[in-house]
């Protein structure tokens, strides 16, 4: 089914067995070879699945805290007062000039 993969073949004397894919990984066709990697910018924090979540973005006035992982989603936190960024996914928020806020 898909969500797994292969572990042994049928043979004359057996059935085939699949195993699931793990965290991280994912298989979208029946009887698949292997699983497949979460492509960058997404991740599964479940195994036997079909398909990645693409990961949440961090807007215009955020940071990254955490960057997203093969098992786990970005985790972003606002600019503090004083800071700012004008950019998805930035990954820190920079100083406000004089004069302004």
Known sequence: ??????????TL???RTCTVCDP????SVANAGGCTACPDNQYQPQSNQTACIVATD???G????VNVTATSDRTCTLCLA????????????????????
Do not use: E, K, M, Y
């Open 1 to 10: 089914a898909a969500g797994s993969r292969i572990l042994a073949n049928v």
């Open 13 to 15: 004397t057996s059935d």
């Open 24 to 27: 991280g990984t994912f298989s």
């Open 58 to 60: 961090c807007t215009a």
């Open 62 to 65: 955020s940071q990254i805290l």
């Open 82 to 101: 004083g800071s700012f960024s004008n950019s998805s996914n930035a990954a820190a928020c920079g100083a406000c000039g004089p004069g302004s806020f």
